[in-house]
């Protein structure tokens, strides 16, 4: 292990319990949590809008 081979530690763009809870909103025709959470996610805006919709189908 190299001084130079260290990787940044992972950012968390948003909990497993907040995409659930923008999911369960989502399929309630509340998009106010979901579009929140992708607004915060910047870059990974998109994968966080997929996990909202897969979590919305959890809920419907």
Same mark, same amino acid.
């Given at each position: 292990?190299?001084?130079? &081979?260290?990787? +940044?530690? +992972? @950012?968390?763009?948003?909990?497993?319990?907040?995409?659930?809870?923008?999911?369960?909103?989502?399929? @309630?025709?509340?998009?106010?949590?979901? &579009? @929140?959470?992708?607004?915060?996610?910047?870059?990974?805006?998109?994968?966080?809008?997929?996990?909202?919709?897969?979590?919305?189908?959890?809920?419907?």
């Amino acid at each position: 292990m190299g001084l130079f &081979n260290r990787k +940044p530690a +992972p @950012q968390i763009v948003a909990t497993g319990a907040e995409i659930d809870a923008a999911g369960k909103a989502l399929a @309630q025709g509340d998009d106010s949590l979901a &579009n @929140q959470l992708c607004d915060r996610a910047g870059d990974d805006s998109q994968r966080v809008a997929l996990a909202i919709l897969a979590a919305s189908v959890d809920h419907s």
